[in-house]
């Protein structure tokens, strides 16, 4: 991120602004602060394309009446190991919290939980549902599907979404191994950055209107067609598009709510229908497997960072370490650094909901 | 495959010389037919790497005891949802179909079944797991670590498998979404085939012994860095990477087999130590979601299969297309055709194990 500015935001003044402005649209407080937990904790991994950033889209959709803000999860159908959850159109991040805490208590009892939710919202990062289940010593993963913006291989129209999917695991004294990743070869807020800099994008990242790579960010941006993970198929592309369908098998499929081209457009406005995302949480004890589980998560952790390095500036990273040492940055400068364009969306969002402004350090 | 032989092998004798060739090594028929079985199949899917290819690499293995082909693989510890299996050095089909098969029980009795087996070997394509789920009217998952080939993004060493994951699940009249794919840009035998072609690589499919991209089939043969799903970073390969790091979880470390570069090298002459892999197998029972999970899936196929495509003439897949199509196509010739170094090495195991030559149509 460029350095911009030098005004910054404590992470619980953050918090408090988020939860300042959901509870002006009617949110109750508690759902207030699940939903701002967890844009909050975006921003403090340096995710801000998850964080604040989406806060006006949220407030948007309660005020029309898209996202009922109050509402909670209902369980359908129910196993030792499974469930089956409506959403109820609620938030994303109750909705999500709500299934995680389930599925944690069934591996509990049976040594999986796999909890599938219908009618739900945009849920945030999806690693931040795994963090859950590692605080209590289990494999956390999470998928959901999303708006049509990734264009399958051999296809010059998008009918799949970024569909990300998360898994975390614990290893010893705090230390883990996070994947969080779009099952785009990139997110949406990246081909943007390109657009502002006014620089090309590589091959791989996007399609134009006739279903070609372009390296145009502007008519990228405008054609709203990534490529999925691995590019064109000469790069094995179709294994990002098989992996953006099995994230889409696995959530609007198999929760029987709405599922590729049939998921509503994007919009940052406020969309007039019911998202009626599907989501899975899932939680493993590793405890019902062979003993030791997190020493070997240590011992794997240290031979990836240790791989010898094509550039010794640049050492080997195990997922979800780049977000740790984001937290760590934040935590020393003692603020949360936004964009000015971010902070002007703040100041509206304040002006609009009579809120107290967010304030700096 | 270039049209080089006209000499066609009927499936079922390619299965017959197979399963010979097994019992020759002292392997009892019935393992003998469910290895055939699995690699008979992925020369009828036209993955030939995954078939006969492996049959010597396997007969050797056995002939120097490093697998024991007449094992029976032995639950450790059980709960309704999962078991955590010894393999004990079992054939890896033998292994495998075991698993797989307690994994369809559970899931039907609590929706879902988790199952990992340490001490397995090579159980060739990880989508052979899901056609027995998928069979049963349920979704099927299978993941395998293998032998140390992908350079994590950043490193100049190996330090994961190609570690393949598939998923399969079942749509209206036999029609199916199966998924199965290694996390690395692409497997050895595509290398393989560029080198033989005297033909350059594309960027993002391995690295040279400096850790930088190499467009040279023979030293990125040599050298035995594979990039990962993604290639560079810049074009996202940390989430290859970060795949090939989620199966190696849920596999090696989680079994407690090897993992990592803890997993003894690829070797095609016979290896002189157990392989001790690592292996999940997961069956889920849509039906404890929503119900008419088939339809939709089939009209999620639909919708994919339909989209404009970027050339007419080439048509968008979804994942197992084309191996049906490679199904129909040999079933309509009458049989399989190999390669004529294929042939060949049939031709000196019929000699070495004293059986009946393969026969052509």
Redesign the interface.
């Known amino acids: 991120m460029a350095q911009v500015s030098q005004k910054l935001v404590k992470v619980e003044e953050s918090r408090r602004f988020m939860i300042d402005c959901f509870m002006a649209v009617k949110v109750p407080k508690e759902h207030a602060e699940q939903q701002a937990d967890l844009l909050v904790a975006a921003d403090h991994r340096g995710h801000f394309s998850h964080g604040m950033n989406r806060l006006e889209m949220y407030i948007n959709d309660l005020d029309k009446n898209s996202t009922d803000g109050a509402i909670i999860p209902k369980i359908l159908?129910e196993?030792?190991?499974?469930a089956?959850v409506d959403g109820q159109n609620g938030l994303g991040a109750v909705v999500g919290n709500y299934c995680m805490e389930l599925a944690i208590k069934k591996a509990k009892n049976?040594?999986?939980g796999?909890v599938?939710a219908?009618r739900s919202n945009h849920y945030g990062m999806a690693g931040w549902y795994t963090n859950r289940a590692m605080e209590e010593g289990l494999?956390g993963m999470s998928m959901t599907n999303t708006s049509p913006l990734m264009?399958?291989?051999?296809?010059?129209?998008a009918?799949l979404g970024t569909n990300p999917l998360a898994?975390g695991?614990p290893a010893k004294n705090g230390d883990k191994?996070l994947?969080d990743?779009a099952t785009t070869?990139?997110a949406v807020g990246k081909i943007e950055i390109q657009r502002r800099k006014n620089a090309p994008l590589?091959?791989?990242?996007a399609?134009d209107p006739?279903?070609?790579v372009t390296n145009d960010a502007n008519l990228a941006f405008e054609t709203g067609c990534l490529m999925p993970?691995?590019?064109s198929e000469?790069?094995?592309g179709?294994?990002?598009?098989?992996?953006g369908?099995?994230v889409?098998?696995?959530c609007?499929?198999?929760?029987?709510a709405n599922?590729?081209?049939h998921v509503r457009k994007w919009t940052h406005a406020g969309a007039n229908s019911e998202a009626n995302l599907g989501q899975v949480f899932i939680a493993?004890?590793?405890n019902?497997?062979?003993?030791?589980?997190e020493e070997?998560?240590t011992d794997?952790n240290g031979?990836?960072r240790n791989?010898?390095?094509?550039?010794p500036q640049?050492?080997?990273?195990?997922?979800g370490d780049k977000e740790s040492q984001n937290m760590k940055e934040v935590d020393l400068a003692g603020g949360i650094q936004y964009l000015p364009n971010q902070l002007q969306t703040c100041d509206n969002l304040s002006k609009r909901l009579n809120i107290k402004p967010l304030q700096f350090i």
Chains 1, 2 share one sequence.
Do not use: H
Not at 307 to 311: F, G, L, M
């Open positions: 159908k196993t030792p190991a499974t089956w049976v040594g999986v796999w599938c219908k494999i264009a399958p291989t051999r296809s010059k129209e009918a898994l695991a191994f994947l990743m070869a990139v590589p091959d791989g990242w399609q006739s279903g070609n993970l691995g590019g000469i790069t094995s179709y294994k990002g598009f098989g992996l369908g099995l889409e098998v696995l609007g499929v198999m929760a029987g599922y590729s081209t493993v004890d590793p019902q497997f062979a003993d030791g589980f070997r998560m794997m031979i990836l791989c010898a390095p094509t550039d640049k050492p080997v990273l195990v997922p």
